[in-house]
């Protein structure tokens, strides 16, 4: 039945209304709603993840064209992007994918945000939406602990098998100053290397192996 005529059409769009503001009623023409997210990540080689959101127009109007952004950890700077989609009114979505890649592939707890901005949304409560992230698997091969470095430093290996390591330093000229072997077992290794006689400076550490093979630049300083 329709809702103002009787005997008329048995359905009939109900107008939304924005009671948020203070003041006066509002009718809603524009309404672009960061509904999900689809992908947070999708790791590739390069541990990078793609970022895909899905949008609703819940407003009348025809959306052609929105900006998009998202952040990690509040203190990076977002990534910003317009998207060319056309989204139909009444509850029409699409679902869209950043360019920009997000690297979520180290291990910890990432807090992920999207939201839309200068969109001319008569309606902004429904812009932002966020996700907690924890990575629980550590696939870092090779990590240095500290650096910079006063006397000694720490190599962190996570091996697949067991190897001897050929690890050297090396000043930025590529004179060799330090050389030793070691070996490591199929799982996680810590090396730490002290007995070397450097100056204060920049450096680099040479890791070879027959599964490893890394440079990686570490800074001498003072005590």
Same mark, same amino acid.
């Given at each position: ?46 541990? $990078? ?21 998202? @952040? ?8 910003? $992007?317009?998207?060319?989609? $056309? ?11 950043? !360019?920009? !890649?997000?690297?979520?592939? !180290? ?26 992230? @924890?990575?629980? @698997? ?19 290996? %996570? ?6 390591? $050929? ?8 004179? !060799?100053?330090?050389?030793? @072997? ?6 996680? %290794? ?34």
């Amino acid at each position: 039945m329709d809702a103002s005529t009787p005997g008329g059409s048995n359905c009939a769009w109900i107008d939304m209304i924005d009671f948020a503001g203070s003041g006066s009623v509002r009718y809603i023409q524009k309404d672009l709603q960061v509904a999900r997210i689809v992908t947070p990540i999708q790791k590739d080689r390069f541990g $990078q993840g793609t970022v895909t959101v899905k949008v609703l127009n819940l407003g009348k109007d025809i959306i052609n064209g929105f900006n998009l952004a998202y @952040e990690l950890n509040d203190h990076s700077s977002p990534v910003v $992007q317009f998207f060319e989609n $056309q989204v139909m009114p009444y509850g029409d979505s699409v679902t869209v994918s950043f !360019k920009a !890649k997000a690297d979520l592939s !180290k291990y910890g707890i990432y807090k992920f945000i999207t939201y839309g901005f200068n969109n001319n949304d008569d309606y902004t409560l429904n812009d932002t939406l966020w996700v907690n992230i @924890e990575n629980t @698997e550590n696939n870092e091969i090779l990590s240095i602990f500290t650096n910079p470095f006063a006397d000694q430093f720490t190599i962190f290996i %996570n091996s697949r098998y067991a190897d001897r390591l $050929q690890i050297s330093i090396t000043s930025v000229t590529g004179v !060799k100053l330090y050389n030793v @072997e070691k070996n490591v077992t199929s799982g996680k %290794n810590e090396i730490v290397i002290s007995d070397f006689r450097l100056l204060p400076s920049l450096y680099y550490l040479n890791i070879r192996g027959s599964t490893i093979n890394r440079t990686t630049s570490i800074l001498k300083i003072n005590k």
